[in-house]
Every structure is written in structure tokens, then in C-alpha cells.
């Protein structure tokens, strides 16, 4: 009995930890980016896109299309392939996918790699795996206490 318990308690926080949280701001260690490619990634930014209809988050909000995509930048931005909606660049936005690095040429022709996610998904939850986790355990609680209660007045 005690091991369903567990389980049923443990089990959305093993299922919601499925995927590694990501802070822009830590892309120029490229270190810590690198172990957790071709793996599914969180990542929290604004959304941007550029005249040629590619999409780059941020940590900035409300980029100037002059700042979008650029060479100098790349440290500081991530490349989003897949389809998705427009979003406001003053919006925070949670995404997850899959991280990849891309081969680039900068406008002298020296090779860059970028980050790049593919198989976007915008996240529409503020809401936190660790939320998630606490609400099924509350609940698996409250039914197990309730049937328990039934159980002794019978």
C-alpha cells in the first residue's frame, strides 16, 4: 500500500521533469548549452521575427528588427524553428523543444554555430512542473484520505 502511495505521489514530478529548464542568459556558456543537445528544453523569453519570417527568443523585450537575428548577437539570442502564432515582443513566452546547434556564416564568411530549438511549442501555463507536481500529490492525498474515512465508518 505505501509503495502505490509513493508512487502515485512521486509520479508528476517524474513525469513533469522530462525536460531541462534553460536560462538565456547562460547561452555564452556554451558548456552547460552543449551537454543538453538533441534533448527537449524549456526555454522563457520574448518572442522576435524578422522581415524573412524567422523567429528568435530573447531575453530582451521589444527588439528593434535591427538587432533580430544579427551576427553580433548570437550569444544572446536563440534561433525558433516550427510553426507557431504570433506573439508580442513584450510578452514572456515559455517554450519548449528539442536543442540543436546550426552552422552559420557571418557576413565575412566566418563560420558561426547558433542554438537553435526546433518543434516548438509555446507553453501556454505560467505554471511551474513543480505546480503541477504538488496539485497531483494534493489530490492522490485528499482521495486516498477520503476513501480511508469511508473505510473506518463502514
Not at 556558456?29 to 528568435?56: A, I, K, P
Request: with cysteine.
Amino acid at each position: 500500500m505505501l509503495t502505490r502511495f509513493l508512487i502515485l505521489c512521486l509520479l508528476p514530478f517524474y513525469l513533469s521533469a522530462q525536460h531541462h529548464t534553460l536560462s538565456l542568459d547562460s547561452i555564452s556558456n556554451s558548456n552547460s548549452w552543449d551537454q543538453h543537445l538533441g534533448q527537449e528544453v524549456e526555454l522563457q523569453g520574448f518572442l522576435h521575427s524578422t522581415s524573412d519570417g524567422r523567429y528568435y527568443l530573447s531575453s530582451q523585450a521589444n527588439l528593434r528588427t535591427c538587432c533580430i537575428g544579427k551576427t553580433e548577437n548570437v550569444g544572446k539570442q536563440v534561433h525558433l524553428l516550427g510553426a507557431f502564432e504570433e506573439h508580442s515582443s513584450s510578452q514572456l513566452l515559455t517554450i519548449q523543444g528539442v536543442l540543436d546547434k546550426e552552422e552559420s556564416n557571418d557576413e565575412h564568411g566566418k563560420i558561426l554555430y547558433l542554438y537553435c530549438v526546433h518543434n516548438v511549442r509555446v507553453l501556454e501555463s505560467d505554471y511551474t512542473p513543480l505546480y503541477w507536481g504538488l496539485c497531483g500529490a494534493i489530490v492522490v492525498l485528499t482521495i486516498l484520505f477520503v476513501s480511508r474515512k469511508i473505510k473506518i465508518r463502514s
